[in-house]
């Protein structure tokens, strides 16, 4: 059993700031890629950032230069430093994670982030 805990979601006014992190624990061998997606109200979920077990980071058109994804792979931890918020990130973000040597990928249960204008 994997489990994946988020939290850090939240209300914020526009142009605040917000961290979200999510803990992978249980039978979980090798992280490779760790993600975060998003779900907005009506939308489809999509891909916001992706780091690699290398530390190379990925991002979404939208929110480059404004979010910073991380990763403590002691703790089997994901960060995701999200600065300057917009209305328009209001969404639940699921994080996502691959285990390379069982080759099978876990999500989060979500957490909710609501930015105000």
């Known amino acids: 059993q994997v489990q994946l805990v988020e939290s850090g979601g939240g209300l914020v006014q526009a142009g605040g700031s917000l961290r979200l992190s999510c803990v992978a624990s249980g039978s979980i061998f090798s992280i490779n890629s760790m993600r975060w997606y998003r779900q907005g109200p009506g939308k489809q979920r999509e891909l916001v950032a992706t780091i690699t077990a290398g530390g190379c980071a990925n991002y979404v058109d939208s929110v480059k230069d404004r979010y910073t994804i991380s990763r403590d792979n002691g703790k089997n931890t994901v960060y995701l430093q999200m600065n300057s918020l917009k209305p328009e990130d209001t969404a639940v973000y699921f994080c996502?994670?691959?285990?390379?040597?069982?080759?099978?990928?876990?999500w989060g249960q979500g957490t909710q982030v609501t930015v105000s204008s």
């Open positions: 996502y994670v691959e285990d390379g040597l069982v080759y099978r990928a876990y």
